[in-house]
């Protein structure tokens, strides 16, 4: 069984002070289009980011809102903007940067809040006892294709309400050649110097990769 993926574009989850500010006093978003992940959705509303050395515009917000104002963007944003966001689980937001958001009816200084966010697969609990894994657990997937790659450092998040799904920035997205609707395989990558051994989590089987491009 693989995995599909899902590629996020870069977007914004407003807390609902932060969306009374820049849409005005009762703003509430309004649904564009239903997500993957029951219940979530992008939204109508747009902002704008400001940073010290660019701005980039009609970023999307998604549904619901959110306890915390959360920015989530590439590398090739961030250099975009001036900025320096770390790679961060969702919701980890202590120390990151912040900028400066506008909307149609006001804008704000955001101080911290802005991060790429680190590649994780949502697994329903049920999706979890198949696949053998944890919340929180790192696990590494394989692509294929002709940028066949490995992504390691991908984080399991499990749920009841979650929808199998591996979420990838565009600049990930890019360099793998994956677009949404694509499937990843779940393996298993041994410590290496210069050779690999994959094996690989399904029906059992083991195979072995020695050939490997530095």
Same mark, same amino acid.
């Given at each position: 069984?693989?995995?599909?993926?899902?590629?996020?574009?870069?977007?914004?989850?407003?807390?609902?002070?932060?969306?009374?500010?820049?849409?005005?006093?009762?703003?509430?978003?309004?649904?564009?289009?239903?997500?993957?992940?029951?219940?979530?959705?992008?939204?109508?509303?747009?902002?704008?980011?400001?940073?010290?050395?660019?701005?980039?515009?009609?970023?999307?917000?998604?549904?619901?809102?959110?306890?915390?104002?959360?920015?989530?963007?590439?590398?090739?944003?961030?250099?975009?903007?001036?900025?320096?966001?770390?790679?961060?689980?969702?919701?980890?937001?202590?120390?990151?940067?912040?900028?400066?958001?506008?909307?149609?009816?006001?804008?704000?200084?955001?101080?911290?809040?802005?991060?790429?966010?680190?590649?994780?697969?949502?697994?329903? &609990?049920?999706?979890?006892? !198949?696949? $053998?894994?944890?919340? @929180?657990? =790192?696990?590494?997937?394989? +692509?294929?294709? %002709?940028?066949?790659?490995?992504?390691?450092?991908?984080?399991?998040?499990?749920?009841?309400?979650?929808?199998?799904?591996?979420?990838?920035?565009?600049?990930?997205?890019?360099?793998?050649?994956?677009?949404?609707?694509? &499937?990843?395989?779940?393996? !298993?990558? $041994?410590?290496?110097? @210069?050779? =690999?051994?994959?094996?690989? +989590?399904?029906? %059992?089987?083991?195979?072995?990769?020695?050939?490997?491009?530095?």
């Amino acid at each position: 069984m693989n995995i599909p993926v899902g590629v996020s574009a870069r977007h914004i989850h407003l807390s609902q002070a932060d969306l009374e500010t820049l849409f005005g006093r009762g703003a509430e978003l309004h649904v564009r289009k239903e997500l993957s992940q029951p219940g979530q959705f992008a939204a109508e509303e747009t902002v704008h980011l400001h940073g010290p050395r660019g701005m980039i515009e009609n970023v999307r917000v998604l549904g619901p809102v959110r306890p915390h104002t959360q920015v989530e963007i590439s590398q090739t944003d961030a250099h975009k903007l001036g900025i320096n966001p770390p790679v961060r689980e969702s919701g980890q937001l202590e120390g990151t940067p912040g900028l400066t958001l506008v909307g149609p009816s006001g804008s704000l200084q955001l101080l911290e809040g802005v991060i790429v966010a680190m590649r994780h697969v949502h697994f329903s &609990e049920e999706d979890a006892r !198949e696949f $053998d894994v944890e919340n @929180g657990e =790192e696990i590494a997937l394989r +692509t294929t294709g %002709d940028r066949g790659m490995i992504f390691e450092r991908v984080i399991a998040r499990v749920s009841p309400s979650y929808k199998l799904d591996f979420h990838i920035d565009t600049d990930e997205a890019n360099a793998s050649g994956l677009h949404t609707g694509d &499937e990843v395989e779940l393996v !298993e990558v $041994d410590d290496f110097q @210069g050779n =690999e051994n994959i094996r690989v +989590t399904m029906d %059992d089987a083991v195979e072995t990769h020695p050939d490997v491009v530095s």
